[in-house]
Each structure stands twice: as structure tokens, then as C-alpha cells.
Nanobody, 124 residues
Framework: QMELVESGGGSVQSGGSLRLSCAAS????????MGWFRQSPGKEREGVAV???????NYEPSVKGRFTISRDNAKNTVTLQMNNLSSEDTAMYYC??????????????????WGQGTQVTVSS
């Protein structure tokens, strides 16, 4: 059972930046999709940014140009740099691994492993 250990998150004022990191507990052979989802109170969990093993990325439209996802396949880690944060970005952020991204943000049902979540709070 793979474990995803997240770090980062916290509270920041609008316009600020945060960096989330996630490390997988074991190596996953073959190509796989690694990325971040988020969930706000009363809303469904949604994909934010994902990266294929070859480096191709996909972003939720509202974060394009503000968030950057990167991964280190050798270390089995993925990071999410979040800039110009707004109150609408306030959510619990989850690291996720799926077999493939499929050229888009994968649906929740495709995710094989979840992290425990890290809270991001943006105050205006």
C-alpha cells in the first residue's frame, strides 16, 4: 500500500504564495500520473494540477498561470508551487496518484492512492 506524505500548506494572505510537497513511500514502476486535488467545504473534490511521468502537465483553468506542478521521478516526489493565491483557493489539498492522467485531470474514480490532505487557507 503506497503512502503519500504531504508537507507545506498553511495560512497566507491574498496574493501570497505557498508550496506543497508530496513524497510517495515506494517506487511505482512504469508511467503514472501524480498530482493534486482540492476540496472546499460543501464542494466536490476537484483536480488542480497533475503531471504525467514524462512531464506533461494539466491544470484546472482557474489556476493556470498561478500554480506550477513539478515532479522528481527519481525521488517519487511532486510539488505544487502556488502563487497569487486568492480566497477561492482555500481548501484541503490532497496529493494523488493514478495509473494515468489521460491527457486531462483524471476523475476521482481513477485515483488509486490519496494523501491525508493539507489545509491551505487564504485570507483576503
Amino acid at each position: 500500500q503506497m503512502e503519500l506524505v504531504e508537507s507545506g500548506g498553511g495560512s497566507v494572505q491574498s496574493g501570497g504564495s505557498l508550496r506543497l510537497s508530496c513524497a510517495a513511500s515506494e517506487y511505482v514502476y512504469g508511467a503514472y500520473c501524480m498530482g493534486w486535488f482540492r476540496q472546499s467545504p460543501g464542494k466536490e473534490r476537484e483536480g488542480v494540477a497533475v503531471s504525467e511521468a514524462d512531464g506533461r502537465t494539466n491544470y484546472e483553468p482557474s489556476v493556470k498561470g498561478r500554480f506550477t506542478i513539478s515532479r522528481d521521478n527519481a525521488k517519487n516526489t511532486v510539488t505544487l508551487q502556488m502563487n497569487n493565491l486568492s480566497s477561492e483557493d482555500t481548501a484541503m489539498y490532497y496529493c494523488a496518484v493514478a495509473p494515468v492522467c489521460g491527457g486531462d485531470l483524471p476523475p476521482l474514480i481513477a485515483v488509486a492512492f490519496w494523501g491525508q490532505g493539507t489545509q491551505v487557507t487564504v485570507s483576503s
